[in-house]
């Protein structure tokens, strides 16, 4: 399984460290993409990696979740959210295991290419000690993810505008 959109990447920012990023552009304004991304009890209906999940968009809020990457068991995670902006950015820190095992610092920017279309980048900076371990897994697995996630986020976003 690899990545198949040219703009996505995986860069090693450090030995512990690891950097990956998508983007999408959407047929839609910020706002409405916003909505939808922040509808987290919707995600049960369009959202493949995030199937479950639960809390509100507010900076220093817990998000409960489920996470399916492709290749990993679906599992929960509780995700503290670190920056709500409406129609610009959602941000949140997760862990794997305890904090400083494997650390993600997860991004989705929200920017606009007019008044009825934006790009959503979405990134997720890994950190900690498994991450050397990790990294090969992650950059195949996860991207994808990515991708899959953005796929039906632009899917869900235009077929509902």
Not at 47 to 64: F, M, Q, T, V
Not at 82 to 108: I, K
Request: proline fraction near 8%; glycine fraction near 8%; aromatic fraction near 8%.
């Amino acid at each position: 399984m690899h990545p198949t959109d040219p703009a996505s990447r995986a860069r090693r920012t450090g030995w512990r460290r690891l950097e990956l990023h998508t983007q999408i552009d959407i047929d839609a304004a910020p706002e409405r993409i916003w909505t939808v991304l922040t509808d987290f009890p919707a995600y049960a209906d369009w959202n493949p990696c995030i199937p479950k999940a639960a809390g509100e968009a507010h900076a220093g809020s817990r998000l409960e979740v489920e996470i399916a990457w492709p290749g990993l068991k679906r599992g929960p995670y509780v995700l503290q959210v670190l920056s709500a902006q409406p129609a610009q950015e959602l941000r949140w820190l997760g862990h794997l295991g305890r904090p400083g095992l494997m650390d993600g610092d997860h991004r989705f920017i929200i920017e606009p290419l007019g008044s009825d279309r934006a790009r959503l980048i979405q990134t997720e900076r890994f950190s900690g000690w498994l991450v050397p371990l990790m990294a090969p897994w992650l950059r195949r697995n996860v991207l994808v993810g990515f991708e899959r996630m953005n796929a039906a986020l632009k899917a869900r976003v235009e077929g509902a505008a």
